[in-house]
């Protein structure tokens, strides 16, 4: 049984059992998917948090509780609204991490989760790794067996949908459950599970909302279990489970394949643009063609009369269709997930960032070259050929001369880059959410990762080691998170395996760190 398999991994999961590769991997994820909770917090682009915000002081949700809003630290909140407030924000720029064969983004419902849950149960750094490693294992498997591109079909958005069942599984991981408690908990997501592509239609909002609430709800889940509620069995491979309902063509044993062996985690990427991971290798192939053709970075390529981009079918769906529609965005979300504008804003000059969506959306040329940008689907860029996010790119330009590549995305396992993609781009966004002083500010909080690092030691690590004492912080203890005792599982000061001070990442949720280090300036409210 398929349920029953997943219940008991993910029960049964140790830090001993996590190989040094996959506990380097998810603290590089991490690192990475608190760089993108702190830029959605204060960025002013990220429209959707003010009232995100406002909601939660208006349905009274922010009062008592043991856990925290990542840089909002005097304040604590139930873990359901702190995983649902963090949960949001880690998906709300879209440039959160991603499964390329599950066409699934893991950290944004599963790390926030484990956060709330963390702090709940007092867990240590090491036991928190090991909590996201089971979430991520179990999302991934999901999301395989239901075969991506039809659950798309469908109209259902996987990472909340499986996402649900990660943060359940991390959070019972982190409480303690037994088997049959983990599968009750499996069975209680079963029932939350949700998330649809309608946001597509308009480029609302939801798509960041349905990921933050698969969070929240997987808090529910693993507390309800743990409390001795009773859930449904087999959640998963039932006649009413996730892969018969939400899929056409579930393959059932991808569900539990290789537990334990397998580790999906190390297939976990982080994204190098803020958009649909679909449109990731044609914006690099195209900034390919350009270097070849000569084009200056910074500069418009000009004389371009066609661009062909050949995409999976699940691309074509996120990125592509309607093509109308894509070819004419008008909101963020609409940029996000418009291949025709991606393309142009590349063609334009070469690279994408984050503040490139409120220079562009709008701009005539980026408009009028929108439509000369036609996607396709193409075989060539469909899985298993290719890591799910393979494009082809044809350039036709005024001298009638054909510009032909075919790329992976940058960010992707399969790359094997030296330095920690994870822990530089975590460092590009924390940055550009600072004050001037905060670059190097983050430089200093911030230790990258060097080559060859040892399990467990953390300064070999993508994880951020904001240290709790010297450079203007106050101390903050031995890195084990405060909140209460875990049912069933001895509390111990190790933090990951000998740093005592290895959780001090999450003191950043500590109001006094964030003004005293970094001096927001753009505070709400709740800062």
Not at 127 to 141: D, K, W
Request: net charge neutral.
């Amino acid at each position: 049984m398929a349920t029953r398999k997943l219940a008991a991994f993910s029960a049964g999961l140790r830090p001993s059992a996590v190989p040094a590769a996959v506990s380097t991997r998810v603290q590089e994820i991490l690192l990475d998917s608190i760089g993108n909770i702190v830029r959605a917090r204060h960025d002013p682009v990220s429209e959707s948090t003010a009232p995100l915000l406002s909601a939660v002081d208006a349905l009274e949700l922010g009062a008592g509780g043991s856990s925290r809003l990542v840089g909002d630290g005097t304040r604590r909140y139930p873990a359901p609204v702190a995983a649902l407030v963090n949960g949001t924000l880690a998906h709300s720029l879209d440039f959160d991490d991603t499964h390329g064969a599950g066409s699934i983004h893991c950290s944004a419902p599963v790390v926030p989760a484990a956060l709330a849950a963390a702090e709940v149960a007092g867990s240590t750094g090491e036991e928190l790794v090991t909590a996201i490693t089971a979430g991520f294992e179990v999302m991934t498997r999901l999301s395989l067996s239901l075969d991506p591109t039809a659950h798309y079909e469908r109209g259902y958005h996987p990472t909340a949908t499986c996402g649900v069942f990660g943060a359940a599984a991390a959070c019972g991981n982190l409480y303690g459950l037994d088997e049959k408690q983990m599968e009750s908990a499996f069975g209680i997501a079963l029932s939350q599970s949700s998330g649809t592509l309608q946001f597509l239609v308009d480029g609302s909002w939801t798509k960041r909302f349905q990921v933050g609430y698969a969070s929240h709800s997987g808090v529910i889940a693993a507390t309800l279990a743990r409390e001795g509620f009773v859930g449904p069995i087999e959640s998963v491979e039932g006649k009413c489970g996730i892969l018969s309902t939400m899929s056409p063509c579930a393959d059932v044993p991808k569900a539990s394949a290789g537990l334990g062996t397998q580790w999906e985690t190390m297939e976990v990427a982080v994204k190098p643009y803020p958009s649909c991971r679909y449109s990731h290798a044609a914006m690099d192939g195209i900034a390919e063609l350009r270097a070849a053709a000569g084009v200056p970075a910074g500069e418009e390529w000009g004389g371009v009369q066609s661009v062909q981009i050949g995409l999976p079918a699940a691309g074509m769906i996120l990125v592509a269709e309607p093509l109308e529609k894509r070819q004419n965005p008008e909101t963020l979300v609409d940029g996000q997930f418009s291949m025709p504008f991606l393309a142009s804003a590349m063609l334009r000059q070469g690279s994408f960032g984050w503040a490139d969506f409120e220079r562009f959306l709008g701009d005539p040329w980026i408009l009028e070259t929108c439509k000369i940008v036609t996607p396709v689907q193409d075989d060539r860029v469909e899985p298993p050929a290719t890591n799910n996010f393979a494009a082809t790119v044809q350039v036709v330009t005024e001298d009638g001369a054909l510009h032909e590549t075919i790329v992976r995305t940058t960010g992707s396992p399969l790359q094997q880059l030296v330095v920690s993609f994870a822990a530089v781009q975590a460092w590009r966004i924390l940055k550009a959410a600072l004050l001037p002083a905060g670059a190097g500010a983050v430089r200093r909080a911030v230790r990258l990762p060097e080559r060859g690092g040892a399990h467990g030691q953390v300064h070999r690590t993508g994880l951020a080691v904001l240290r709790g004492r010297g450079g203007g912080g106050e101390g903050h203890g031995d890195g084990v998170l405060r909140g209460g005792e875990k049912p069933g599982r001895r509390r111990d000061d190790r933090g990951f395996v000998g740093h005592r001070r290895a959780l001090t990442l999450w003191r950043m949720h500590s109001t006094t760190q964030v003004t005293q280090r970094y001096s927001y300036s753009n505070s709400t409210k709740h800062s």
